[in-house]
């Protein structure tokens, strides 16, 4: 179920409105109290509010946590992807010549796309690099150092954790929502009576319906 925030807030600032004025006006606390809503289940009703409130928050906290670790990791697969095509190009014009180099890195076909599949392919090339003293001598004629290659393989790494943040933050985004959409049916339900009662409580006082907020049916 989709919710939206702002149907949240518009919800629960109507609902309180009407619940504490229903408890404040002593014409509209007498009518109520004869159909079974006195002070104590209006308790009950602000402490579904106050329940729906908090989840409210805390799926927005959450959702913006996940965004916030998305864009982080985009930012980083960016950067570690960025690294390792620059070592791939190099590896290309520096090995060349020597093809059986070039299958030691892995490098006989195009880069894979998906991004597990190019996090094994990186931790190869950085990996049999760094073993093969050959090839080492060979990139450090243009500039590409152990150092280097270390680096890009720490980035893969990162490249990892953030994913598995991010996955993790999502899946508490989820839970979050799916409370914060059962508190919310559960408040709507309460109010749902509660209104109803209100329109038969006060079906000769119609200008205290208003002051709930609770529009009159023509």
């Not at 504490?20 to 809503?37: C, H, Q, T």
């Not at 602000?46 to 799926?59: E, F, Q, T, V």
């Not at 620059?86 to 070039?102: C, D, E, G, Q």
Request: charged share 35%; with cysteine.
């Amino acid at each position: 179920m989709s919710l939206g925030n702002i149907k949240i807030e518009k919800f629960l600032n109507e609902s309180i409105i009407a619940i504490v004025n229903a408890g404040r006006d002593k014409e509209i606390s007498a009518a109520l109290k004869r159909f079974a809503y006195d002070r104590e289940r209006l308790k009950q009703g602000k402490k579904l509010h106050g329940r729906l409130d908090r989840l409210s928050k805390k799926k927005k906290r959450k959702v913006a946590d996940q965004l916030k670790a998305g864009e982080v990791h985009r930012k980083i697969v960016k950067q570690a992807r960025d690294r390792y095509s620059t070592y791939r190009n190099v590896s290309w014009v520096a090995l060349r010549k020597y093809p059986a180099l070039l299958k030691t890195l892995a490098m006989e076909g195009k880069s894979k796309r998906t991004l597990s599949g190019w996090m094994e392919e990186a931790r190869q090339f950085y990996a049999n690099a760094r073993a093969n003293t050959e090839v080492m001598e060979k990139l450090a004629g243009f500039g590409v150092t152990d150092a280097d290659l270390e680096e890009g393989l720490r980035l893969v790494g990162e490249v990892e954790k953030s994913a598995a943040h991010h996955e993790m933050l999502k899946g508490e985004a989820v839970r979050a929502t799916e409370e914060r959409n059962l508190a919310f049916l559960e408040f709507k339900a309460w109010m749902r009576d509660f209104k109803r009662i209100c329109r038969i409580a006060l079906a000769d006082t119609p200008q205290k319906l208003e002051k709930l907020g609770i529009k009159i049916r023509s």
